[in-house]
């Protein structure tokens, strides 16, 4: 494995949601164009399966905030998770 792969994860992992989805669309333009070579598009899919990943974390985490919004005599309150 090369050392800018093993240091993507990282990299991606400090992205904001609204940054990582932008990456993510410009990577599947390109692979939809076909004009990548063959790489290319392989380095490029690899990354963009992390940038997906990525997004569908920040998304669960943002769904357990909101599910965590209770309504409460004084009105909506935010509560801590309960996970596991």
Known sequence: MSRDAAEAPKEIATLSFEHALAELERIVAALERG????????????????????????????????????????GPRAEPAKLG
């Open 35 to 74: 004009d990548v070579a063959l790489e290319d598009s392989i380095r490029l899919y690899e990354r963009g399966a992390a940038l997906k990943a990525h997004c569908e974390t920040k998304l669960k985490d943002a769904q357990l905030k909101v599910e965590q919004i209770v309504l409460g005599a004084d």
